[in-house]
């Protein structure tokens, strides 16, 4: 009974917060099983976003058609003009947010969303709802949005209206009670979600959301108490003190109580009094000031588009910033989707740039703290750009000393995101481990025998009358060939041992035959041909890439996996490098090329002006030894795992690239039946899932033996082993 008169006596804010406080605590107790209870949180984020853009529909198109056509023409362009300067504003604010993230070092292993098509940049889908309610049912917030905007300019001037106007009124009303009763069930999402995320959470994990407060905090800091009061100062008869002074209340009071709804007439009372202060009360502005205030209530604030720089912040967190290229894109659809709330505009914008949708946990663990300042932002808001209309509306407003404030501003952020980019790289502990996860990979399975090589031994002359297959079986050992340079399919790992894709498929065979393996690490690839054919090598690995003229010497297997064809640079180039197209245009571009001559005459024609250098060793061209060659053209599955071990370089595929080569192992030529056997074998591993787990494990890097159990109570003090 007293916890629940304690629950009843707390605020909706503080039982947020205990509960937020609580899930931590919980997670980090019992540590990854509280990772179950996520389901709660998804629910609670369904939840969520189940009112959104109803309320947007109904609220615009209200608030819009309230408005009378002289009045709408009175007010209507000026405000316009204000709302997307001002958003405009902010939405440069967000551009600079990446020059505070610390320059670490990052590198991951290859994934699939390197190679997925983005998604593509349609104007007609995006913004023009041929439908309606698949727009509604696709939550395509911008179509939703123009739809609305749209309705609610053409009901102003339809007579009898007042009745659909009340509909619309009761409609918005019924769903805020709607959220109200979702509100009531916030601590127990909240648990949920912050629980999940603390039992499941790596340390380093934890602290790059660090980053993202403290660069959010510093943004709201600029924006609070340069962009929105300044802009107001310099371009209208009002002073700083007196902005500040008289929205102070109403801002106080937002971050208070979670919700600028309740402020909403203190604001249109405090513009009414401000502006009668300096001799501008009129009917003119007054009827600015009770139309703006509610409808600019639907509108994206300085705090709700603040919270879109989470998408920047997440590129920057899976080691993917965005490029140039995208900026655009993320302006006008942050601006565009932000007209409904973050449970859908985040989510919505983690897809269209292809980001990891699962961020959006981290978002919303994060929006604990946000959440507050925003509100107080979008206050804040509310009343800069009512003052900045009416002023406008009274030919008070001086276009050319905003457009200056908002520079300033720009100079001013820029300046102080280097600074605290500096200090969170010198505070927040950060060391990169992309070699020690690397090669610290195990074989999935154990090891099989391995037979310590001596020197390469050819089979006699009658050996050879027999087939490749039944010398392997007779000796009881598969002899095994691997190159330098053969990330990730063969390499040795911290323990001096070989492992890697090829090598997990060929153990794999070995056990199926229950044969040994006999290892040779070969130099020179020159003599493979010949020792293959003599007896001395049975079976060639190494991500070894399938050419006709090859195959006129060797034999291939099938193809059990493929390079996708990408470029290995340094990270500083990769938004020159981002799209096909444009490197096709370069005149000046030096490519470098493996010593393949079939690929080699691929890519000549692919790339018409480069000129195209032979590589043959990854280390020196890593090393910086090929300072003449701007990229490397390569396999991006293997380039992904050498960026691992030499962070400074990335391996990408820039968009519209589409190349790729089989892969096979080499065998002996002429041995049909040897072939026959291993293809047949490598279906019967295709077949029953093996090839996709090794594929998963190497090539993913999805390594669950790889990742430690994460520290609990429960388990690493008192014992429990939950």
Same mark, same amino acid.
């Given at each position: 009974?007293?916890?629940?008169?304690?629950?009843?006596?707390?605020?909706?804010?503080?039982?947020?917060?205990?509960?937020?406080?609580?899930g931590?605590?919980?997670?980090?107790? &019992?540590?990854?099983?509280?990772?179950n209870?996520?389901?709660?949180?998804?629910?609670?984020?369904?939840?969520?976003?189940?009112?959104?853009?109803?309320y947007?529909?109904?609220?615009?198109?209200?608030?819009?058609?309230?408005?009378?056509?002289t009045?709408?023409?009175?007010?209507?362009?000026?405000?316009?003009?204000?709302?997307?300067?001002?958003?405009?504003?902010?939405?440069?604010?967000?551009?600079?947010?990446?020059?505070a993230?610390?320059?670490?070092?990052?590198?991951?292993?290859?994934?699939?969303?390197?190679?997925?098509?983005?998604?593509?940049f349609?104007?007609?889908?995006?913004?023009?709802?041929?439908?309606?309610?698949?727009?509604?049912?696709?939550?395509?917030?911008?179509?939703?949005v123009? =739809?609305?905007?749209l !309705?609610?300019?053409?009901?102003?001037?339809?007579?009898?209206?007042d009745?659909?106007l009340?509909?619309?009124?009761?409609?918005?009303?019924?769903?805020?009670?709607?959220?109200?009763?979702?509100?009531?069930?916030?601590?127990?999402? &909240?648990?949920a979600?912050?629980?999940?995320?603390?039992?499941?959470?790596?340390?380093?994990?934890?602290?790059?959301?660090?980053?993202?407060?403290?660069?959010?905090?510093?943004?709201?800091?600029?924006?609070?108490?340069?962009?929105?009061?300044?802009?107001?100062?310099?371009?209208?008869?009002?002073?700083?003190?007196?902005v500040?002074?008289?929205?102070g209340?109403?801002?106080?009071?937002?971050?208070?109580?979670?919700?600028?709804?309740?402020?909403?007439?203190?604001?249109?009372?405090?513009?009414?009094?401000?502006?009668? /202060?300096?001799?501008?009360?009129c009917?003119?502005?007054?009827?600015?000031?009770?139309?703006?205030v509610?409808?600019?209530?639907? =509108?994206?604030?300085?705090?709700?588009?603040?919270?879109?720089?989470?998408?920047?912040?997440?590129?920057?967190?899976?080691?993917?910033?965005?490029?140039?290229?995208?900026?655009?894109?993320?302006?006008?659809?942050?601006?565009?989707?932000?007209?409904?709330?973050?449970?859908?505009?985040?989510?919505?914008?983690?897809?269209?740039?292809?980001?990891?949708?699962?961020?959006?946990?981290?978002?919303?663990?994060?929006?604990?703290?946000? !959440?507050?300042?925003?509100?107080?932002?979008?206050?804040?808001?509310?009343?800069?750009?009512?003052?900045?209309?009416?002023?406008?509306?009274? /030919?008070?407003?001086?276009?050319?000393?905003?457009?200056?404030?908002?520079?300033?501003h720009?100079?001013?952020?820029?300046?102080?995101? &280097?600074?605290?980019?500096?200090?969170?790289?010198? =505070?927040?502990? %950060?060391?990169?481990?992309?070699?020690?996860?690397?090669?610290?990979? @195990?074989?999935?399975?154990?090891?099989?025998?391995?037979?310590?090589?001596?020197?390469?031994?050819?089979?006699? @002359?009658?050996?050879?009358?027999?087939?490749?297959?039944?010398?392997?079986?007779?000796?009881?050992?598969?002899?095994?060939?691997?190159?330098?340079?053969?990330?990730?399919?063969?390499?040795? *790992?911290?323990? $001096?041992?070989?492992?890697?894709?090829?090598?997990?498929?060929v153990?794999?065979?070995?056990?199926?035959?229950?044969?040994?393996?006999?290892?040779?690490?070969?130099e *020179?690839?020159?003599?493979?041909?010949?020792?293959?054919?003599?007896?001395?090598?049975?079976?060639? &690995?190494?991500?070894?890439?399938?050419?006709?003229?090859?195959?006129?010497?060797?034999?291939?297997?099938?193809?059990?996996?493929?390079?996708?064809?990408?470029?290995?640079?340094?990270?500083?180039?990769?938004?020159?490098?981002?799209?096909?197209?444009?490197?096709?245009?370069?005149?000046?571009? *030096?490519?470098?090329?493996?010593?393949n001559?079939?690929?080699?005459?691929?890519?000549? @024609?692919?790339?018409?002006?480069?000129?195209?250098? /032979?590589?043959? $060793?990854?280390?020196?061209?890593?090393?910086?030894?090929?300072?003449?060659?701007?990229?490397?053209?390569?396999?991006?599955?293997?380039?992904?795992?050498?960026?691992?071990?030499?962070?400074?370089?990335?391996?990408?595929v820039?968009?519209g690239?589409?190349?790729?080569?089989?892969?096979?192992?080499?065998?002996?030529?002429?041995?049909?039946?040897?072939?026959?056997?291993?293809?047949?074998?490598?279906?019967?591993?295709?077949?029953?899932?093996?090839?996709?787990?090794?594929?998963? %494990?190497?090539?993913?890097?999805? *390594?669950?033996?790889?990742? @430690?159990?994460?520290?609990?109570?429960?388990?690493?003090?008192?014992?429990?082993?939950?």
């Amino acid at each position: 009974m007293a916890i629940f008169k304690f629950y009843n006596k707390v605020s909706p804010f503080q039982r947020v917060i205990i509960a937020l406080l609580l899930g931590i605590a919980t997670g980090i107790f &019992i540590g990854e099983p509280a990772g179950n209870i996520e389901v709660l949180g998804n629910a609670y984020i369904h939840l969520l976003q189940m009112t959104v853009l109803p309320y947007v529909l109904v609220s615009i198109i209200g608030g819009l058609g309230r408005l009378d056509s002289t009045m709408a023409a009175r007010i209507g362009l000026r405000a316009i003009k204000v709302i997307l300067i001002m958003w405009l504003a902010v939405m440069s604010t967000l551009l600079f947010l990446p020059l505070a993230y610390p320059n670490w070092e990052t590198a991951g292993f290859f994934s699939s969303s390197m190679v997925a098509e983005s998604t593509a940049f349609d104007f007609l889908k995006l913004y023009i709802p041929s439908n309606i309610f698949a727009s509604l049912a696709d939550a395509i917030v911008p179509a939703v949005v123009l =739809f609305s905007l749209l !309705m609610g300019i053409a009901l102003i001037n339809v007579k009898n209206k007042d009745t659909f106007l009340m509909l619309t009124t009761n409609i918005g009303d019924s769903l805020m009670k709607v959220a109200s009763y979702v509100a009531k069930v916030a601590p127990l999402g &909240i648990f949920a979600i912050s629980a999940a995320a603390a039992g499941t959470l790596e340390v380093a994990e934890l602290g790059r959301l660090q980053v993202f407060l403290w660069v959010y905090l510093v943004a709201a800091v600029l924006l609070a108490f340069i962009l929105l009061p300044l802009v107001l100062h310099w371009a209208t008869p009002f002073s700083y003190r007196e902005v500040l002074s008289i929205s102070g209340e109403a801002v106080v009071t937002a971050v208070a109580t979670g919700t600028v709804l309740v402020v909403l007439p203190m604001i249109i009372e405090r513009s009414k009094a401000l502006l009668a /202060k300096h001799n501008m009360d009129c009917e003119e502005t007054n009827s600015t000031v009770d139309v703006l205030v509610p409808t600019a209530y639907s =509108f994206p604030s300085t705090g709700t588009l603040l919270g879109l720089g989470f998408i920047l912040f997440s590129a920057w967190y899976v080691g993917s910033p965005l490029g140039l290229d995208d900026y655009f894109s993320f302006t006008i659809l942050g601006v565009l989707t932000a007209f409904g709330r973050m449970a859908v505009s985040i989510p919505f914008l983690l897809d269209f740039f292809d980001l990891p949708r699962d961020q959006f946990q981290l978002y919303l663990l994060g929006s604990v703290v946000t !959440m507050r300042f925003a509100t107080g932002l979008a206050a804040l808001h509310g009343f800069v750009v009512t003052l900045l209309v009416a002023c406008a509306v009274m /030919k008070q407003l001086k276009w050319h000393r905003m457009f200056q404030a908002i520079a300033l501003h720009l100079v001013i952020t820029a300046g102080v995101m &280097i600074a605290a980019g500096m200090a969170l790289t010198h =505070f927040i502990p %950060y060391q990169y481990e992309g070699v020690k996860t690397f090669e610290s990979l @195990q074989p999935m399975n154990g090891q099989t025998k391995i037979v310590k090589n001596g020197e390469l031994t050819p089979l006699t @002359q009658s050996q050879l009358q027999n087939t490749r297959l039944d010398i392997i079986r007779e000796r009881g050992t598969i002899r095994v060939a691997y190159f330098p340079a053969s990330l990730p399919y063969a390499f040795k *790992n911290e323990n $001096n041992h070989v492992v890697g894709f090829d090598m997990e498929m060929v153990n794999e065979l070995a056990k199926d035959l229950n044969l040994a393996i006999e290892l040779y690490y070969l130099e *020179n690839r020159k003599d493979l041909d010949q020792l293959l054919a003599n007896g001395s090598i049975d079976i060639s &690995i190494g991500g070894q890439t399938i050419t006709p003229l090859r195959a006129l010497d060797v034999a291939f297997t099938d193809s059990y996996t493929h390079h996708t064809a990408g470029l290995v640079l340094l990270d500083s180039h990769r938004d020159e490098f981002a799209s096909f197209d444009d490197i096709r245009a370069m005149t000046k571009l *030096n490519l470098g090329v493996a010593n393949n001559e079939y690929y080699i005459n691929v890519l000549a @024609q692919a790339f018409p002006n480069a000129t195209l250098t /032979k590589v043959t $060793n990854m280390r020196l061209f890593l090393r910086g030894k090929y300072p003449e060659v701007d990229a490397l053209v390569y396999s991006t599955e293997a380039g992904s795992a050498w960026s691992m071990l030499y962070p400074e370089y990335s391996a990408v595929v820039p968009k519209g690239m589409q190349l790729k080569a089989p892969v096979g192992f080499i065998v002996p030529k002429g041995d049909i039946e040897y072939v026959q056997f291993l293809n047949t074998w490598l279906k019967l591993k295709k077949e029953n899932g093996f090839q996709q787990r090794v594929y998963d %494990y190497w090539i993913l890097g999805l *390594n669950p033996k790889a990742k @430690q159990p994460r520290w609990s109570v429960v388990n690493d003090v008192l014992g429990w082993n939950l």
